[in-house]
C-alpha cells in the first residue's frame, strides 16, 4: 500500500512539475492560447427555439456587485433578436452569452435614466463590426430623439475614424449610426407577422414619461417592467403572461443600510437611498398581483439594492415566496412555441 500512495505522489509531482513548465515556458504559454482561442471561436451562436430571454444585466446603481450588470434583457427567436435597456456592463453579458451581435434588430428603452443607456455606444459599435449593415434601431417613448441625436453627435467622430481604418465595405458608415423610432406611451411599439410589442405606460414619478413591455410571439409572451412602482395598468396589460421580469426593490436589505449611513453620517448617500423607495416597487407588493393577473412567473431583476453575495441574497428574498425568481446575469428564460413550459437555466 505504502508503494502505491508513494508512487501516486511521484506521479502528482511529475504532472506538476510539467504544467509548471508548459505555463512558464514561450511554448507551452502558445500552445494554450492557440487551445484556448480554437474553443473561443468555433464556438457558435446559441441555437434558439422559440421565444428566449436572457438577463444580460440585473443590477440598479444602488449597491456594488461586479457579477451584476446594470438592466438589460436579450429577446431572441429564431427571426427576431432585440434588447430592452443597455446598461453600464451590458455589453460585455452580450459578448459572454454568445448573442449574435451581427443580427441585432433593435433596442427598446423603458426611459433615459443613465443605468437604462449607457451601454447603448458599445451595442452600437458590437453589432456593426459583427456584420449589421444598416441604421441601429433605437426604440423610446418621447425624448427618445434628444438621447439618440446626443449619442450620435458624441460619437460621430468614433465613426469616421473606423471607417476610415476599416474601410466601408467592412464598416458601411450609414449603420455607425443609431435611429431614433418614436411611439407614443401604450402603443404598439413594433410589429411584425410573429412578433408584437407593446408599451405600457408605467409609473417612475418624476421621471416621465417610462414603459414597460409586452411581448408575444407564438402564443408566448414576457413583459420586461423597466423602472416603475407596482402599477395596475402594467398588471392588466400584463394579463395572463408567461414570464413577468420585474423591478423590485427589498426594504429588508435596503432599510439597515440606510440605518448605517445615517449613524456613521455618512453625507448624502442616506438621502440618496430614502429617496429610491418611493420610484421603485417593494418586492413584497408584487407576488398577490402576480398570480390575480395569472401570470406564470415572476421574476425580480434591476434588484434594489443589487446584493453583492448570497447572505444579501436571502435577506432580499426574505417574506417572498421561493416560487419568485431572483435573477442572475446570464440567466436564461426558454418559452418554447405555442407551449406552456418554462425551461430556466444559468450559465
Known amino acids: 500500500m505504502t508503494k502505491v500512495l508513494y508512487a ?12 509548471t513548465i508548459v505555463y512558464n515556458t514561450a511554448a507551452g504559454q502558445d500552445a494554450i492560447l492557440d487551445r484556448a482561442l480554437k474553443a473561443q471561436f468555433s464556438q457558435p451562436p446559441v441555437a434558439v427555439d422559440g421565444l428566449r430571454v436572457v438577463v444580460c444585466g440585473s443590477a440598479s446603481p444602488l449597491g456594488n456587485n461586479p457579477d451584476r450588470a446594470q438592466a438589460c434583457i436579450a429577446v431572441l427567436t429564431p427571426e427576431h433578436f432585440f434588447l430592452f435597456d443597455v446598461g453600464a456592463g451590458s455589453p460585455s453579458r452580450l459578448g459572454q452569452a454568445r448573442l449574435p451581435m451581427g443580427r441585432l434588430d433593435g433596442v427598446f428603452l423603458t426611459h433615459f435614466h443613465s443605468d437604462h443607456i449607457a451601454g447603448l455606444p458599445d451595442v452600437r459599435l458590437a453589432s456593426w463590426v459583427q456584420g449589421r449593415k444598416q441604421n441601429l434601431a433605437v426604440y423610446g417613448p418621447p425624448g427618445i430623439n434628444t438621447v439618440i441625436d446626443g449619442f450620435n453627435l458624441a460619437y460621430s467622430l468614433d465613426n469616421g475614424y473606423r471607417v476610415a481604418h476599416h474601410g466601408s465595405e467592412l464598416l458601411p458608415p450609414a449603420a455607425g449610426v443609431m435611429k431614433a423610432e418614436l411611439f407614443q406611451p401604450g402603443e404598439i411599439a413594433w410589429q411584425d407577422e410573429l412578433m408584437t410589442v407593446t408599451s405600457i405606460e408605467v409609473d417612475h414619478s418624476p421621471i416621465s414619461p417610462a414603459v414597460a413591455y409586452r411581448i408575444d410571439y ?8 423597466g423602472d416603475t412602482v407596482a402599477t395596475p395598468g402594467l398588471f392588466a396589460a400584463a394579463q395572463g403572461a408567461d414570464l413577468l ?15 448605517v449611513a445615517t449613524e456613521l453620517n455618512v453625507p448624502v448617500i442616506p438621502t440618496i437611498m430614502t429617496d429610491v423607495i418611493d420610484y421603485h416597487a417593494d418586492s413584497q407588493n408584487l ?9 406564470k412567473q415572476l421574476a425580480y431583476y434591476h434588484l434594489v439594492p443589487a446584493p453583492p453575495n448570497a447572505l444579501a441574497e436571502k ?29 430556466i437555466s444559468d450559465r
Open 8 to 19: 501516486i505522489a511521484s506521479l502528482v509531482a511529475v504532472v506538476a512539475v510539467l504544467a
Open 218 to 225: 407564438r402564443g408566448r409572451s414576457v413583459v420586461i417592467s
Open 245 to 259: 421580469l420585474h423591478d423590485a426593490l427589498s426594504r429588508p436589505l435596503l432599510d439597515p443600510m440606510i440605518a
Open 287 to 295: 407576488e398577490a398581483r402576480t398570480a390575480e393577473a395569472g401570470i
Open 315 to 343: 435577506i432580499f428574498a426574505r417574506g417572498l415566496s421561493p416560487e419568485t425568481i431572483l435573477v442572475h446575469d446570464l440567466q436564461t428564460f426558454d418559452l418554447p412555441a405555442n407551449s406552456t413550459e418554462i425551461f
